[in-house]
């Protein structure tokens, strides 16, 4: 479902946890990170939209979050050519998204990424709320510039600035936060929910992968 002008309505996610961390997937069988995000089908509200998205993409369900704001209007952003199937070329120009800043009240084992049978991720971690856009796919990055200063006003003020967006300051992830909570650990000792791995430093890994997600 397109708009006249070639973009797809899609919503994106930012989730908090209680120390206002940001949940951080890691494309499966890619090395780039991203927020969970997904299209708007025909008849959805960009709410119905996310609810969806939010249990296809990392397990939870509405009773697990509160959602804390939403972006005001629709923040777009082309794709280069090179990642649009050829029969779409010509017609499908990009995204546009509403984002959504949700904060999860319930426990890290709720988190699974293995909820459907089509996962998107396959790996996740908490990452400092400003996220290093270096290690984000290049044209999407404005995008996440505008959703995470815009939604940050709804931050605790200590949260609220932004110290890591561009500038090529590359920030180092909390070492000491919280590990994910299941029954299963990690070569690093950290416990992880169900159908999750953990990558302590994803910013560390010098290649990249480009794709168009949905």
């Given at each position: 479902m397109l708009d006249r002008e070639g973009f797809r309505p899609n919503v994106g996610i930012i989730l908090l946890n209680q120390r206002n961390q940001?949940?951080?997937g890691k494309r499966i069988r890619s090395h780039s990170w991203q927020f969970p995000q997904g299209g708007i089908d025909r008849g959805e509200t960009p709410e119905q939209a996310m609810y969806r998205e939010l249990h296809e993409e990392v397990g939870l369900?509405?009773?697990?979050?509160s959602i804390v704001a939403r972006t005001r209007d629709w923040l777009r952003y082309e794709v280069p050519d090179r990642f649009?199937?050829?029969d779409a070329r010509g017609h499908y120009k990009g995204q546009k998204q509403i984002w959504y800043l949700l904060r999860?009240?319930?426990?890290d084992w709720n988190l699974n990424l293995r909820a459907t049978s089509h996962p998107?991720?396959?790996a996740w971690r908490w990452h400092?709320?400003?996220v290093p856009l270096d290690v984000v796919v290049e044209?999407?990055?404005g995008v996440y510039e505008l959703a995470l200063t815009e939604l940050s006003r709804y931050l605790p003020k200590a949260e609220n600035r932004n110290r890591y967006l561009r500038g090529g300051v590359r920030h180092r992830g909390n070492e000491d936060g919280p590990a994910p909570i299941s029954m299963s650990l990690s070569p690093h000792g950290l416990e992880l929910p169900p159908g999750a791995s953990f990558d302590?430093?994803?910013q560390n890994d010098s290649r990249s992968a480009h794709f168009e997600p949905k």
């Open positions: 940001v949940f951080w369900m509405p009773e697990h979050v649009i199937r050829r999860l009240v319930a426990q998107e991720f396959d400092d709320y400003w044209f999407k990055r302590p430093d994803p």
